[in-house]
C-alpha cells in the first residue's frame, strides 16, 4: 500500500538533495561543471532559450498549427522541452563517453528552469480559466480552495516533464525507452483522470463529510462546503504525488547514475514503483531481515 507521509518524505529528501546541485549548475563559476559540453559555448543562456523556445513554440502550435488537436491530449511544450533536454542528454551519455559518475548533479538540475517555467505558464492558463474564483454560490474565500487547488494540479507538467526525460535518457535502446515511456504515460494519464473524477467533478470526500456530520451531529452543510473539501483534499493528494514523482526521480536516477554510465540501461521506472512501497525499500535493503 502506499503511505501518503512515506511518499511526502521521499519527496523532502529529493528536493533537499536537489537544491545544491541547481547552485552548483547556476552560480558565477564556471569550473564545477562541464554544461559547456552539453549545451555549448553559452550553457547558462542555452538552457533559458530551451525553455522560452519550448513554451512559445509549444504554444504557438497548440493555438495555431496543425497539432492543436493534439494539444488536447498533451502538453506541447512540455514535450518540446522534454525531447530537447533528452537529445542533448542522451549524445553526452552515450555518443560522447565523455560522461563521468559525478556528471549527475549539475546535469540533472539543468533541467530544473524548464520545470518551473512550464509549472508557472501552466498555472498562469489556469488563472486565466477561472483558478481563483470563488465557487458557485459560495463565500469569496472559497477561492483559496480553488487556487491551491491550481498550485498542486499545475505541478504536473513538471512532473510529466522530469520522468519522461528519465526514462529515455536511462536506456541506451531508444525504442526500448520509448515504449517504457509512452507504456508509463498513458498510466500516468488515467491516473490523473480517475483523481480528478473521483475528488472534484464527482466528489467523494465531500459527500461523505456532509453524510456523517447529518448522521451524528445532524448539521447540514451547504452544497459548496463539501466541494470546498473535495479540491482541498484533491490539492493535497496529487500535489505529495507529483511532488513525490519529481523528488523521488531525482533520487533514484542520482543512485543509480554510475551503474548507466558502466552498463547503459536501468529501469528507472521500475525503481520508482520500489521507492513508493516502504515494505519493499525495507525487504530490498535487508533481504535477510537482520537490521
Known sequence: MYKLRHLAAVAIAGFEDMRPAVRQAFNARRDDDRLDEVFGTTPRINV???????LLLGRALAIFGPLAALAQLVHLPALLIGAAYALLFRRFLF??????????????ASLVPAAAALVLLDFGQRMLAGGAEPLPEAPAWTALAVLIDSVAQSLVVAAALVIAVAALCFSRNWMRALVALFSQLIVFKIMVFVMVLLLVKIGIVGPLLAAILDGLLGIRLPDWLGEVADRLTHAALMGIIYLFIIGATWSAARDSFELLLAQGEIDILATLKRMARP???SAAADPDGTA
Open 48 to 54: 533559458l532559450l530551451i525553455s522560452i523556445g519550448g
Open 279 to 281: 515494505n519493499e525499500i
Open 95 to 108: 555518443a560522447s563517453e565523455r560522461a563521468r559518475p559525478d556528471d549527475f548533479p549539475w546535469l540533472a
